[in-house]
Nanobody, 125 residues
Framework: VQLQASGGGLVQAGDSTRLSCVAS????????MAWFRQAPGKEREFVGQIQWNGNWPHYADSVKGRFTISRDNAKNTVYLQMNSLKPEDTGVYYC???????????????????WGQGTQVTVSS
């Protein structure tokens, strides 16, 4: 599957924004989807994950309660709604796909086989 992320940009601390990631192909519902992010000079880190059917979203502690992952399988799209943004949320955000309907939880970048190109989110204080 090929992924194309969009959204983000420059926002103020406390603001909200939504990222989208559109997948090509006809088997999007076979994929577990995730969002990762990478700040300058830091390693890529897990943000959140959603199962193939939209159930059981799972988040990093740093974003829990502020970020929400959802998906629309009819539109081959996964979303990341980001609220109450903080300067430390700044980074390049990547969507990722794992061909898996097993219902597990995967937090490492090596667990995902397909990646989008990344979209920049900058949160100013």
């Amino acid at each position: 599957v090929q992924l194309q992320a969009s959204g983000g940009g420059l926002v103020q601390a406390g603001d909200s924004t939504r990222l989208s990631c559109v997948a090509s192909g006809r088997s999007f519902s076979s994929y577990m989807m995730a969002w990762f992010r990478q700040a300058p000079g830091k390693e890529r880190e897990f943000v959140g994950q959603i199962q193939w059917n939209g159930n059981w979203p799972h988040y990093a502690d740093s974003v829990k309660g502020r970020f929400t992952i959802s998906r629309d399988n009819a539109k081959n799209t996964v979303y990341l709604q980001m609220n109450s943004l903080k300067p430390e949320d700044t980074g390049v955000y990547y969507c990722a796909a794992r061909a898996d309907r097993g219902g597990g939880y995967y937090r490492y970048s090596t667990d995902y086989g397909s990646w989008g190109q990344g979209t920049q989110v900058t949160v100013s204080s």
